[in-house]
């Protein structure tokens, strides 16, 4: 492979996507590697990759994304570029210093959300509004919602299998009587409760489109507004009343606490009350 002249197409994409989809990837990772790969091969036009044009497209990418975003899509051509025999092309990624608070500015609120449901009432999609409390009431990923079914819903346990790897997660009694009332004026008896109208479970952009319709109504700015969002809201609520990081790793389905301390970072904000309470001023 390495001797051959290094060209992107369309043809080596999908080879390689092919390739990840027998490693058992998500249908999630292989749409967003899909997504970046083709980026770089329309930035290309058919020009051979050379590390030069790579670390163009890096600095294009700069002007247009932030640096995370910026990482994510170099560490997809990365492993492309590994897979391809071409590891001397590979490009580094920016050094991005860790940030120690969140952006109150871009997480979901509980009042916000809680806004958000009933937006979705209000406009009578209680679908909607039963997927959003779903997803924030057991910490599942979008991707995963295909795993609550009518038979989860009865067992009050549903068994989520997702990167290769098994979990399970308990549906809360309110969230099940909810669920159980929805299938029964559904008509349902099996299968995943959330589907579109020719039975299909539900998709990540079907939901992302329909919660950025709530936006205005709810007066939620649509930058908080995406189902992942979701997820972290409930490692937040779960991690201030348990304090169990491993736990909450385990629930959420992160390898690494590492990652799960991302989610239940705090905003600057919240460490600034925090401080203020310490009460440590004597004079």
């Known amino acids: 492979m390495s001797r051959r002249i290094p060209i992107i197409n369309p043809d080596s994409i999908r080879g390689y996507l092919n390739h990840l989809k027998e490693q058992e990837r998500s249908v999630a990772t292989l749409q967003k590697y899909g997504h970046d790969l083709n980026e770089l091969c329309a930035f290309l036009h058919g020009q051979p990759l050379t590390k030069a044009a790579l670390i163009d497209w890096k600095q294009a990418l700069v002007g247009q994304y932030a640096p995370a975003s910026v990482n994510s899509m170099l560490t997809v051509v990365n492993g492309y570029l590994r897979?391809?025999?071409?590891?001397?092309?590979?490009?580094?990624?920016?050094?991005?210093?860790?940030?120690?608070?969140?952006?109150?500015?871009?997480?979901?609120?509980?009042?916000?959300?809680?806004?958000?449901?009933?937006?979705?009432?209000?406009?009578?999609?209680?679908?909607?509004?039963?997927?959003?409390?779903?997803?924030?009431?057991?910490?599942?990923?979008?991707?995963?919602?295909?795993?609550?079914?009518?038979?989860?819903?009865?067992?009050?346990?549903?068994?989520?299998?997702?990167?290769?790897?098994?979990?399970?997660?308990?549906?809360?009694?309110?969230?099940?009587?909810?669920?159980?009332?929805?299938?029964?004026?559904?008509?349902?008896?099996?299968?995943?409760?959330?589907?579109?109208?020719?039975?299909?479970?539900?998709?990540?952009?079907?939901?992302?489109?329909?919660?950025?319709?709530?936006?205005?109504?709810?007066?939620?700015?649509?930058?908080?507004?995406?189902?992942?969002?979701?997820?972290?809201?409930?490692?937040?609520?779960f991690y201030a009343l348990e304090k169990d990081l491993s736990r909450l790793a385990d629930i959420l389905g992160h390898s690494s606490v590492n990652t799960t301390r991302i989610y239940t970072a705090e905003s600057g904000a919240a460490h600034a009350r925090q401080m203020n309470r310490l009460g440590l001023i004597v004079t």
């Open 83 to 237: 897979y391809m025999g071409w590891q001397g092309l590979c490009v580094r990624l920016l050094k991005v210093q860790k940030s120690l608070f969140l952006d109150e500015n871009k997480e979901l609120s509980r009042a916000e959300y809680a806004r958000l449901v009933r937006a979705a009432q209000m406009q009578q999609n209680e679908r909607l509004a039963l997927v959003l409390q779903t997803i924030c009431a057991t910490g599942i990923r979008v991707s995963e919602l295909q795993f609550i079914t009518a038979e989860a819903v009865q067992t009050g346990r549903a068994e989520i299998c997702n990167k290769g790897k098994r979990r399970l997660v308990f549906l809360p009694d309110k969230l099940r009587r909810l669920l159980k009332a929805y299938l029964r004026r559904q008509k349902k008896t099996a299968g995943a409760v959330f589907t579109t109208r020719t039975g299909k479970p539900l998709n990540r952009s079907n939901i992302w489109r329909d919660m950025k319709a709530l936006c205005k109504s709810a007066g939620v700015a649509a930058e908080k507004v995406f189902p992942h969002n979701l997820r972290h809201l409930f490692a937040r609520a």
